[in-house]
């Protein structure tokens, strides 16, 4: 493992309630990168992930896409979600099997298929193949050039004229100081300028094509519900595991109350900051990203300071993920 020991490495009790368990973190799409599947690639509980994925991304490996393919073709819509949703499968198909329970899944963005089929709900192929009509879906219901720009610093009043200045939405909630806008690029450049100058602490325009969670993808969100109702069959959560929702944080209690909530927030705000305080009321032990990226666990420590959290990217072998998530 990269680096040294964090504070908090050593969980704690809170108030002598016991921590056990793990969260999983399944990342959304803005940091594919070349050696996104390094570690797992000749892993052979993952081979059968990487065949589904290979199969709707038009018969390409994935593993041999992310080291041939541009970082324009990376970061298009349909590869970033498949490619982001793979390694989140993939790196649970070879740590799942052995890693303690309960299990509290969470997913951002598009890393939220990706969780239910962590949680057990939904098979790999299953997941790969509606990650792929998902990314679709928002293509097609995206007219204009659109995207997402984050801007930290600035508090919600200051946001919210922003965004009734620039036409924008207010697309991830990542804590109180941290938010996703999105919608029309001619309107999230000026914005993201105008967000300087009132004093945000850093803008960044993300490396993604749509306008995803905001209301510029209502038809998209419309059109994946009808799709889950004809996939998804009546299934109950496994023992030892939680599904968290992307939209309030809530957990699944209720498939088709889950299901609903799946296909709205392609349309609608995702409280990601929610999702952490319902991991950490969760009381895990520890706190696995399963990338790419490492920005939900840095976000996990933010929010959760007092449990170990870490993301796959820290480590550099799969033994070295195991003995930490059994410490």
């Not at 080291?67 to 070879?94: D, F, G, K, M």
């Amino acid at each position: 493992m990269r680096g040294p020991a964090r504070r908090h490495d050593l969980p704690r009790c809170r108030r002598g309630r016991a921590v056990t368990g793990v969260a999983i973190l399944c990342s959304g799409q803005g940091a594919q990168a070349t050696g996104m599947f390094d570690l797992i690639s000749e892993a052979p509980e993952a081979a059968p992930v990487f065949a589904a994925a290979r199969r709707v991304l038009d018969g390409r490996d994935p593993r041999d896409l992310v080291r041939q393919a541009s970082p324009a073709e990376l970061h298009a819509n349909r590869a970033a979600q498949i490619l982001c949703c793979t390694q989140a499968l993939a790196y649970w198909a070879v740590l799942g099997p052995a890693s303690p329970r309960p299990v509290t899944a969470a997913g951002y963005s598009a890393g939220e298929l990706a969780a239910w089929g962590i949680a057990g709900i939904i098979d790999a192929e299953t997941v790969l193949d509606l990650t792929a009509r998902r990314a679709v879906l928002m293509d097609e219901a995206s007219r204009t050039a659109s995207g997402l720009g984050a801007v930290l610093g600035l508090p919600r009043t200051e946001i919210d004229a922003i965004c009734r200045a620039h036409d924008l939405h207010i697309a991830i909630v990542n804590g109180p100081l941290h938010v996703l806008l999105g919608g029309a690029v001619v309107d999230l450049d000026p914005a993201l300028a105008e967000a300087e100058q009132r004093g945000a602490s850093r803008t960044v325009r993300l490396p993604v094509s749509v306008a995803s969670h905001t209301p510029l993808l209502r038809d998209a969100s419309e059109r994946f519900g009808e799709l889950l109702c004809r996939r998804i069959g009546e299934a109950r959560l496994p023992p030892g595991m939680r599904l968290i929702s992307g939209v309030d944080g809530a957990p699944v209690l209720h498939l088709q109350d889950g299901l609903r909530k799946l296909a709205l927030q392609i349309r609608q705000t995702v409280d990601w900051a929610a999702c952490m305080e319902s991991c950490r009321a969760a009381r895990p032990q520890r706190v696995l990203e399963l990338g790419p990226g490492d920005a939900l666990a840095r976000m996990a420590g933010e929010a959760m300071p007092d449990i170990a959290d870490r993301s796959v990217t820290a480590f550099r072998s799969l033994d070295g993920i195991r003995r930490w998530l059994s410490a």
